[in-house]
């Protein structure tokens, strides 16, 4: 069984592995160590990953990007709106999503966020596959810390579409915090003062920062704070928004009337943009970027550092709001952790050492580090993998909270109660009581919406509990319910039953108990060791079961397997144009190889009549391919690799002959 961690970017996806001898990033079908997140439609096949980013300039509205900010939203939210500016297929709702439009097989069609995502995890899986020739299926996905039920639901249904296990999601700067304790060796005792790291990830589309708490073997996320549109995009936009001007004044060109232009110049600038990182200045130089215009410009990181000025004046919050969460001063930070590519702005370092007054680590791979901290969880999560364990403790982003009716018999019953406190611990079950007669509903949702990303729904799931009836003496059952945001930052309503009030025996040494969990103030009546000392306590003793329906905002199960389905009849198609396009270089290679041949090796071994017949029909194969032939099955390409073979064979024959007894030949001069 494979161990695999995915840091699902905005931009790029990469991918870490657990073997025996560590955590190693792979690289794709290109060797590259990253792919982009990315993909395309196309009248045959989808395009995924590397083949999307080829295809996207002459496909851009087919070609959808920053899939994993579209999962779980609406079309209407404003966060939407400005993922548009960035995703050139045409937003559309999709059922309760914002989805995409694009053209596929010749027809319009749209897939909602959850499913485009489903497909580019389907490549990663394919990925993973090649490259560990084992077949994968338990992953640890990274997520923004920001991302909400709805969100992270989403991304669960598509990794289950896609047929992957996650294992955990887990939030983006944890991630690499838990890369960054686990091969730390020198991490405080349980008695010490924890060593205090901030972790901060600045990527193509967001910007996070955490406060981290680390002891030996354990780590402990105290506070996480989020600017949803920060990073490299809007760097790149910033420089394209200038080029604009300057072309429109330069050479009269608008290329905001032309996507191709817009794409060809963010490019660029994103090239530019790296440079400057390393340079004082950098060139841009694109050839017939439209109405046969070539453009060229010139840049100094000083221009730059003016141009994303308001962006950098907003670069200190995040920090500040997480210390002030955390209830720390910058001076209680032992080590700040930058991550992320964008953080290779020098602007931004600057600034962010400036804060601090400390100098800034750089330890981790900015591009690996959480592709190998999810591998790490994975790793721990894993049963068939050994590795040191590490404990990790996340916080809820955002308080959540449960409201029901009221029952006419309790005058004094509230009718909502905050369960999860932002920041509270994650993943933890908390133990909800209530005194009813009949079975009741209660409802989920985030306590704060204005704390939520954009205009994300507050609701989180509607719980219906079954099977509640008065007890005759009491008149109400008591009925407790076991809320869980669980290691995906996910919750549920996992179960519920019912109890009794009740005198037992209890041994008296068992008094302290685990107060912490509320489970173990409760016995199932289990018979007690008769010598143990024990007393009379009041208790409240498990009954039976109360059945729970869920509605929440995943798909359901019938949805699901529909879409893994249709997931898998699409993959099954674009491999089979794979196949067929293989097939297809494979009978054109054979022919400019069997010509060759001809000339060559079979030349003194076939007369004239022969070698004309071959050579008529490769020809005749040659114009066919050019032809008729451009589109055919892969049938039909191996039928005609066959033929050739055929009536080569004899030839072939002759020269293998030819060759064995040559070898013969030599191996008896060795023997003799
Ligand atoms: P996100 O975390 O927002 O979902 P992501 O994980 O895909 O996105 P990263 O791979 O961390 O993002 O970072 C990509 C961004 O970093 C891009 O905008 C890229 O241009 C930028 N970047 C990479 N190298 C450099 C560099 N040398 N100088 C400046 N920016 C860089
Ligand atoms: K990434
Ligand atoms: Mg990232």
Redesign the pocket.
């Known amino acids: 069984m494979s161990v695999v961690g995915v ?1 699902f ?4 996806t990469v991918i870490a592995v657990a073997r025996n001898r560590g955590v190693d990033v792979i690289t794709n079908e290109v060797s590259n160590r990253a792919t982009p ?1 990315l993909v395309g439609f196309g009248p045959k096949a989808r395009y995924l990953g590397e083949t999307a980013k080829t295809q996207e300039i002459s496909n851009l509205k087919n070609t959808v990007s920053c899939l994993k900010r579209l999962a779980g939203r609406s079309l209407k939210d404003p966060d939407v709106q400005i993922e548009q500016q960035y995703v050139s297929a045409a937003l559309v709702e999709c059922g309760a999503q914002v989805g995409a439009e694009i053209s596929y097989l010749g027809k319009k069609e749209k897939f909602s966020a959850t499913e485009l995502v489903a497909m580019f995890l389907s490549k990663v899986k394919q990925t993973a596959q090649a490259e560990l020739r084992l077949p994968v299926s338990d992953i640890v996905m990274s997520v923004p810390a920001w991302f909400t039920d709805v969100q992270r639901r989403s991304l669960m249904d598509a990794a289950e579409i896609a047929g992957l296990k996650m294992l955990r999601l887990m939030n ?1 700067t944890t991630a690499a915090a838990l890369g960054w304790g686990i091969t730390k060796l020198d991490l405080p005792g349980p008695e010490e003062k924890p060593r205090r790291v901030a972790i901060i ?1 600045i ?4 910007y996070t920062c955490s406060i981290i708490d680390f002891k030996k073997g354990e780590l402990a996320v105290k506070a996480t704070a989020c600017d949803r549109h920060f ?3 809007d760097f ?1 936009l910033a420089l394209v928004k200038h080029f604009e001007k300057e072309f429109k004044a330069r050479f009269k060109i608008d290329i905001t009337t032309n996507p191709k232009a817009m794409v060809r110049v963010e490019t660029s600038c ?1 090239k530019l ?2 440079i400057l ?1 390393a340079n004082q200045q950098a060139p841009l130089n694109i050839e017939s970027l439209m109405n046969d215009v070539d453009v060229n410009g010139m840049i100094t990181r000083q221009e730059f550092e003016a141009l994303i000025e308001p962006m950098l004046h907003r670069v200190t919050a995040p920090i500040e709001q997480a210390l002030a969460e955390a209830k720390l001063a910058k001076e209680d930070i032992d080590v700040i952790e930058l991550v ?3 953080t ?2 020098p602007a931004l370092k600057d600034r962010i050492q400036e804060y601090f007054g400390k100098q800034l680590s750089f330890t981790m791979n900015q ?1 690996e580090a959480i592709a190998r901290g999810c591998a790490f969880s994975c790793a721990i999560l894993s049963p068939v993998f050994k590795v040191r364990d590490f404990a990790v403790q996340d916080i809820c982003s955002y308080p959540i909270e449960f409201s029901w009716e009221k029952d006419q018999d309790i005058p004094d019953e509230d009718t909502s109660l905050t369960v999860f406190q932002k920041g509270n611990v994650l993943p933890s079950t908390k133990i909800l009581t209530f005194y009813r007669k009949q079975a009741f509903d209660l409802e989920a949702r985030y306590a704060k919406p204005e704390l939520l990303p954009g205009k994300v729904q507050p609701f989180i799931g509607r719980f219906s509990v079954k099977g509640v009836k008065a007890d005759p003496k009491t008149e109400f059952m008591i009925c407790k319910l076991k809320a869980r945001v669980n290691i995906h930052g996910v919750l549920n309503v996992e179960s519920g039953y019912y109890v009794e009030d009740q005198e037992v025996e209890e041994e008296v040494k068992d008094e302290e108990g685990d107060k912490k969990d509320p489970e173990a103030m409760e016995t199932d009546g289990e018979k007690k060791d008769p010598k143990t000392k024990t007393r009379k306590v009041k208790k409240q003793v498990r009954k039976g079961d109360l059945p729970i329906v869920a509605g929440v905002t995943s798909l359901d199960q019938p949805a699901l397997a529909a879409a893994a389905e249709k997931e898998n009849s699409m993959a099954m198609e674009d491999k089979l144009v794979a196949d067929t396009e293989e097939k297809k270089n494979e009978l054109e290679a054979y022919i400019y190889e069997m010509r060759n041949k001809l000339d060559e090796q079979y030349a003194e071994l076939a007369n004239d009549d022969e070698k004309d017949k071959i050579r008529a029909k490769l020809t005749e194969t040659e114009d066919w391919l050019y032809e008729d032939g451009e589109d055919a099955t892969k049938a039909i390409y191996v039928a005609k690799i066959d033929e050739i073979r055929a009536m080569a064979g004899p030839i072939a024959q002759r020269h293998f002959d030819k060759v064995e007894a040559e070898r013969q030949a030599v191996q008896a001069k060795l023997d003799a």
């Open positions: 840091d970017g905005t931009l790029n997140s983006d990830d990527g193509h589309s967001d990073g490299g995009r790149n994103e943009k790296k990182s992320g590519g964008c290779r702005v591009d």
